[in-house]
């Protein structure tokens, strides 16, 4: 039976902003501002759930939805260095940080490994067969996690994927064969936005291309 899996990122924080590590922080005023707006856009679901961090459970309150609690949603555990900056914990401990972003079965921090958090989000994944529409509100490391369980990426285009707050990832289908759909604004409809349209809270650009008055245009 086809499964489809929504997950939405919860709302900007304080930490956020700052670059901190996975921490226990809660909604700061203007993402609980966001989340309201989002609410009418939150796609019907047969159930809901979100991850046990306090900025989950408020956004999905933000969001008007009736979900429960999942601890295997939990953010990535990081040991030590939960609730740090990463230029501190850089300038700290250097030689971790780099066998952290290069070596998906290293915790230098104490916690868990990249491959322990895409374990664990594709555990909880593939136990969904036959639930119809879930919708999750989970960190973004576990949606990231997800999408690498899903698609068997290898555990390092982890670092490649970005998931911006406030926006829905869409998984159909079921264990060993899923289908994404990545990175929706939650807002209505399709088509250009309009003044009810709510914008993640940070744009990344990944690639420009520039052309000359005289070159033929991209393909």
Known sequence: MTVRVMLISPA???????????????????????ARLAA????????AVHGPSERCARTAEALGLRSTGEPGLRDWELGRWSGARLDEVSAREPDGVAAWLGDPSAAPHGGES????????????????GAGRVLAVAEPPLVRAAVV?????????FWRLDVAPLTLTELTGRSGRWNLRAGRPLAGGSGDPDGNTVFPGELVVDHVRVTTSDSAPPA
């Open 149 to 157: 369980h899903a698609l068997a990426l290898p555990p390092q285009a």
């Open 12 to 34: 900007m924080n304080a930490a956020l902003r700052e670059a901190r590590f996975a921490g226990d922080a809660a909604l700061d005023a203007s993402g609980v501002r966001a």
């Open 114 to 129: 990249l491959l322990g958090l895409c374990a664990r989000a594709g555990a909880w994944l593939d136990s969904l067969t």
């Open 40 to 47: 009418p856009h939150v796609p019907e679901t047969d159930r």
